[in-house]
C-alpha cells in the first residue's frame, strides 16, 4: 500500500488551514478576556468555557486540517467519522465554549434573535438537520459535491450550522430559552436517533458501492485533484483509493454507515444520561425544599 507522504506536506496538514483557526483561537481570547469589559454585561470566562474552546477548535483542525481530512477522500468510512465529529461532538462543545452573556447580547439584536429562534425551534431543528445530512448523503449529490471545492466547503459549514441549532435545544444554558425538559428531552433524543436511521441503513445493506467517489477512478481522481492541487496529483500517476487500503469500497462504505450510528448512539446515550442526572438532581431538589417547608410549621409549634 502507498503511504500518504506522497501527497507532500501542504496536503497532509493544511497550514493554512491551521493558520486560520490559530486567528480564530486568539480572536476568541482577546475578545472574551483582555477586551471583555468593553462589552455590556459581561462576565469572566471561565476555565470551563476556553478549554470547551480550545478542544472544539483542536478537533475542528483534526478532521478538517490534518491528514485525517487526506483519508477521508480515500476512505468512505473515515468521511463518516468526520461527519460525525463535526455536527455530534464539536456543536454541543462549541455552544458550551460561548459565554451565556455573548448569546445573550446577540440574541438582544432582533433580526439575529427572530432567525436564530426560528431555526432553534425543537421540531423544525431536528427536522432540518436530519433532512440536510440525509440530503447530503444522497449518491447523485453526494459525488456533485465531493467533486466541487466550493461545494464541499459551503456544506461542511451548513451542516455544522445545521446541527449547532439541533443541539442548540438540548445542552443551551441560558434559562429564559430552555424550550426542552425533561421527558421532551428524552424524546428529542430518541427522535433524532431515528430520523438519522434510514439514511445510515441504506448506507450499510446496499449491495454495491453508492459513491462514485470512492469507487470510479475518473471521479475519485476530480476529487483528489481538488483536495491535493491537480498538479500534484497528475504527477503521482495513481488510479484509486485500492492503492491505500486492502478493504473493498463496499465494506468500506458498509464500516462507514455502521460507525456513523454507533458514533452517535454512544454520543446521544451520554447525553441521555445527563438528561437522566439532571432531571434525578432537580427532583432531588424539589423534594428537599418540600420537606424543608413541611418543618417550618413543626418548628413554629
Same mark, same amino acid.
Given at each position: 500500500?502507498? &503511504?500518504?507522504?506522497?501527497?507532500?506536506?501542504?496536503?497532509?496538514?493544511? =497550514?493554512?488551514?491551521?493558520?486560520?483557526?490559530? +486567528?480564530?483561537?486568539?480572536?476568541?481570547?482577546?475578545?472574551?478576556?483582555?477586551?471583555?469589559?468593553?462589552?455590556?454585561?459581561?462576565?469572566? %470566562?471561565?476555565?470551563?468555557?476556553?478549554?470547551?474552546?480550545?478542544?472544539?477548535? $483542536?478537533?475542528? !483542525?483534526?478532521?478538517? #486540517?490534518?491528514?485525517?481530512?487526506?483519508?477521508? *477522500?480515500?476512505?468512505? !468510512?473515515?468521511?463518516?467519522?468526520?461527519?460525525?465529529?463535526?455536527?455530534?461532538?464539536?456543536?454541543?462543545? $462549541?455552544?458550551?465554549?460561548?459565554?451565556?452573556?455573548?448569546?445573550?447580547?446577540?440574541?438582544?439584536?432582533?433580526?439575529?434573535?427572530?432567525?436564530?429562534?426560528?431555526?432553534?425551534?425543537? /421540531?423544525?431543528?431536528?427536522?432540518?438537520?436530519?433532512?440536510?445530512? &440525509?440530503? !447530503?448523503?444522497? =449518491?447523485?449529490?453526494?459525488? *456533485?459535491?465531493?467533486?466541487?471545492?466550493?461545494?464541499?466547503?459551503? !456544506?461542511?459549514? %451548513?451542516?455544522?450550522?445545521?446541527?449547532?441549532?439541533?443541539?442548540?435545544?438540548?445542552?443551551?444554558?441560558?434559562?429564559?430559552?430552555?424550550?426542552?425538559?425533561?421527558?421532551?428531552?428524552?424524546?428529542?433524543?430518541?427522535?433524532?436517533?431515528?430520523?438519522?436511521?434510514?439514511? @445510515?441503513?441504506?448506507?450499510?445493506?446496499?449491495?454495491?458501492?453508492?459513491?462514485?467517489?470512492?469507487?470510479?477512478?475518473?471521479?475519485?481522481?476530480?476529487?483528489?485533484?481538488? @483536495?491535493?492541487?491537480?498538479?500534484?496529483?497528475?504527477?503521482?500517476?495513481? &488510479?484509486?483509493?485500492?492503492?491505500?487500503?486492502?478493504?473493498? +469500497?463496499? *465494506?468500506?462504505?458498509? /464500516? #462507514?454507515?455502521? %460507525?456513523?450510528?454507533?458514533?452517535?448512539?454512544?454520543?446521544?446515550?451520554?447525553?441521555? #444520561?445527563?438528561?437522566?442526572?439532571?432531571?434525578?438532581?432537580?427532583?432531588?431538589?424539589?423534594?428537599?425544599?418540600?420537606?424543608?417547608? &413541611?418543618?417550618?410549621?413543626?418548628?413554629?409549634?
Amino acid at each position: 500500500m502507498l &503511504s500518504l507522504e506522497i501527497f507532500g506536506f501542504e496536503a497532509l496538514w493544511s =497550514p493554512y488551514f491551521l493558520a486560520a483557526l490559530l +486567528a480564530v483561537l486568539i480572536a476568541y481570547f482577546l475578545l472574551l478576556v483582555k477586551y471583555r469589559t468593553h462589552f455590556n454585561n459581561s462576565e469572566p %470566562l471561565t476555565p470551563r468555557q476556553g478549554i470547551f474552546f480550545v478542544l472544539s477548535v $483542536f478537533l475542528l !483542525y483534526v478532521i478538517k #486540517g490534518s491528514p485525517l481530512d487526506l483519508m477521508a *477522500h480515500l476512505l468512505f !468510512y473515515i468521511h463518516m467519522i468526520q461527519m460525525a465529529v463535526l455536527t455530534l461532538i464539536i456543536p454541543p462543545l $462549541f455552544i458550551f465554549s460561548i459565554p451565556s452573556w455573548v448569546w445573550r447580547n446577540s440574541l438582544n439584536w432582533k433580526p439575529f434573535r427572530q432567525l436564530f429562534l426560528l431555526f432553534t425551534q425543537p /421540531l423544525f431543528a431536528l427536522l432540518v438537520f436530519s433532512g440536510v445530512f &440525509s440530503f !447530503y448523503h444522497i =449518491p447523485l449529490i453526494f459525488d *456533485h459535491v465531493m467533486e466541487n471545492i466550493w461545494l464541499h466547503a459551503g !456544506y461542511s459549514i %451548513l451542516l455544522f450550522i445545521v446541527s449547532t441549532f439541533m443541539w442548540w435545544p438540548l445542552v443551551n444554558e441560558l434559562s429564559e430559552y430552555q424550550t426542552l425538559n425533561g421527558i421532551k428531552k428524552v424524546g428529542y433524543i430518541f427522535a433524532g436517533g431515528i430520523l438519522l436511521t434510514p439514511a @445510515c441503513a441504506l448506507i450499510i445493506f446496499a449491495s454495491s458501492p453508492m459513491y462514485a467517489t470512492y469507487s470510479d477512478p475518473k471521479a475519485w481522481g476530480q476529487m483528489m485533484s481538488l @483536495c491535493v492541487g491537480s498538479t500534484t496529483f497528475n504527477s503521482l500517476n495513481i &488510479s484509486g483509493p485500492e492503492l491505500f487500503s486492502s478493504m473493498s +469500497a463496499l *465494506h468500506d462504505q458498509q /464500516l #462507514g454507515g455502521v %460507525l456513523m450510528k454507533v458514533i452517535q448512539e454512544i454520543i446521544y446515550g451520554t447525553m441521555l #444520561g445527563r438528561v437522566f442526572f439532571e432531571w434525578y438532581r432537580k427532583d432531588q431538589e424539589e423534594s428537599e425544599r418540600e420537606q424543608k417547608s &413541611s418543618l417550618y410549621p413543626t418548628l413554629n409549634e
